[in-house]
């Protein structure tokens, strides 16, 4: 588990963050432009690989807690995995303990990973998506008739900052789906 903050300074009215986002956290891009200040600064953090770690959530928890607190203006995004695979003490109660962390977190969105698909996607739409209280996000996931099958992207607004998130599933999850 990585905590990798990514700080930058907002320069004129529009900024892409695609970049930026792609450093942070893999499969979970934030695309789009942020009207902001000139010289505003915000402060993207992600996470991956979660796998119901709980034993070191108080260090991560931590560790955004800084983060927050030195700007407002911060987010902070999952690439997925965050349960399946899970440490014992989390699969053992079906991953709510760690669904609960990741929303006393204040994550604000989440790419889905391939363990999220470990029980099936009916478990995914029946017991994970319900719990979390952040957007579960896969653009690329289609169902046997062409539809998409989870959220494709959230646009979450800060201090008047909105970046648009947009999940993706990597092409290994197709088989699990």
């Known amino acids: 588990m990585h905590l990798h903050p990514v700080r930058g300074v907002v320069r004129g009215a529009t900024v892409g963050f695609g970049a930026a986002a792609l450093a942070v956290s893999g499969a979970l891009v934030p ?33 955004v807690e800084t983060v927050r607190a030195e700007n407002e203006t911060s987010f902070l995004f999952s690439a997925g995995d965050s349960v399946g695979g899970s440490a014992f003490e989390s699969a053992v109660q079906n991953d709510e303990p760690t669904i609960d962390v990741l929303n006393a977190l204040g ?71």
Do not use: W
């Not at 402060?43 to 991560?60: E, K, Q, R, V, Y």
């Open 31 to 63: 695309l789009g432009a942020a009207a902001a200040e000139p010289g505003q600064q915000i402060t993207l953090m992600g996470f991956n690989d979660f796998h119901g770690a709980l034993g070191g959530a108080s260090a991560l928890a931590c560790q």
């Open 107 to 177: 994550v604000d969105a989440t790419a889905i990973g391939n363990h999220e698909y470990d029980q099936g996607q009916d478990d995914l739409f029946e017991r994970i998506e319900p719990r979390t209280e952040f957007a579960d996000l896969a653009a690329n996931v289609y169902d046997a008739e062409g539809e998409r099958v989870h959220q494709a992207y959230e646009i979450i607004e800060r201090d008047g900052v909105k970046v648009a998130v947009i999940g993706a599933v990597t092409t290994k999850t197709v088989g699990k789906v």
